[in-house]
């Protein structure tokens, strides 16, 4: 249960992270173009990932208290 609420966290921030990323340019020369436009969204999932594993922001333990209250009603 703890997994599957973490991984909730993990797509939520994923999901915050987006815009700060959409207005960035990918000019040279470092910048990958369309590549890089490809793979930003697969880096911003692992982002997500990472910070929730880290402590993330306490998303997780309230989703897997909601998760446990829910089970404990249907039994």
């Known amino acids: 249960m703890r997994e599957t ?7 939520f921030i ?3 992270l987006r815009p700060m990323f959409e207005g ?3 000019e040279a020369p470092f910048g ?3 590549a890089e436009a490809t ?6 999932d ?4 990472q910070v929730a594993r880290s ?10 208290a909601q998760m446990i ?7």
């Open 5 to 11: 609420a973490q991984a909730f966290e993990a797509s």
């Open 39 to 44: 793979w930003r969204g697969l880096l911003l």
């Open 69 to 75: 209250q829910m089970q404990e009603m249907q039994a």
């Open 55 to 64: 402590g993330g922001i306490g998303l997780a333990d309230h989703v897997m």
């Open 24 to 26: 960035l340019s990918t």
């Open 32 to 34: 990958g173009g369309e």
């Open 14 to 16: 994923a999901q915050m």
């Open 46 to 49: 692992e982002m997500g990932k």
